[in-house]
């Protein structure tokens, strides 16, 4: 049965997002190697974004769902599912105000299911024609259930974030994003930190390379990492 939710909530989602007629890019990856350990990587995205004018403000709308598979001398290692939604809307050039939700399903971060629902108010710190930085924060809830069939666990707190983008030049840019999570109970202990940077180079008009590395830390996990990593390259086409 929550398969079957899943499944119609991501179908749902994009849908609605292909009847607004929205940009669609897919991005596409793989790694693989031999020798003492034979490993299988496969990634897999589609976004769907889109700008709009609601009551005279520009909203900007992200719709994505994305999959990695990985396998480890045939064993499976890793299996993500992941699909949200994020809306920024401008207030005035410098202020902005943002929603997001998401649902994903991670066996490297012990995740049977979580979702998360974020809104906010964010700040562009400084903005040219090569540099963008943006920060914000508001309030925010998960509700989490675990593969190793711990209880199921929800909370309420804070987020945060800082973004960054750079133009290396004419073809290539780079990003940063930071994230933070607070629990509302225990502010001081309870939290995470989502770290991403990462490199695009443009190949083609629709075709570009992505490089992207991400850490996750979380100060109380539901296992005994505290730390996850991804590292990601993958081939885009934008249509």
């Not at 480890?72 to 809307?89: I, L, M, P, Y």
């Not at 490199?199 to 505290?226: E, G, Q, R």
Request: with cysteine; charged share 20%; hydrophobic share 35%.
């Amino acid at each position: 049965m929550k398969k079957t939710t899943t499944t119609i909530l991501a179908t749902t989602l994009m849908a609605t997002s292909l009847m607004a007629g929205p940009k669609i890019k897919l991005d596409l990856g793989y790694v693989g190697s031999t020798g003492d350990t034979e490993t299988n990587n496969g990634v897999a995205k589609i976004t769907a974004s889109s700008t709009k004018k609601i009551f005279g403000k520009t909203v900007h709308c992200n719709n994505f769902i994305s999959a990695i598979y990985t396998e480890a001398n045939n064993d499976e290692v890793n299996k993500e599912f992941e699909f949200g939604h994020a809306s920024t809307t401008d207030i005035t050039e410098k202020i902005v105000t943002y929603t997001s939700a998401d649902y994903l399903t991670s066996h490297h971060r012990n995740y049977d299911s979580k979702i998360s629902v974020a809104v906010g108010a964010g700040y562009n710190i400084y903005k040219n024609e090569l540099i963008d930085v943006q920060i914000g924060a508001g309030p925010s809830f998960s509700y989490e259930n675990y593969t190793d069939k711990k209880p199921s666990y929800h909370e309420f707190g804070a987020n945060e974030y800082l973004l960054a983008k750079i133009a290396l030049n004419d073809t290539n840019n780079a990003h940063l994003k930071v994230s933070a999570f607070e629990s509302a109970d225990n502010f001081d202990t309870d939290y995470t930190i989502d770290t991403t940077a990462g490199i695009t180079a443009k190949l083609m008009d629709s075709v570009s390379l992505n490089f992207d590395y991400n850490v996750f830390y979380d100060n109380t996990p539901s296992t005994d990492n505290h730390t996850n990593t991804k590292t990601i390259m993958s081939l885009s086409y934008a249509f």
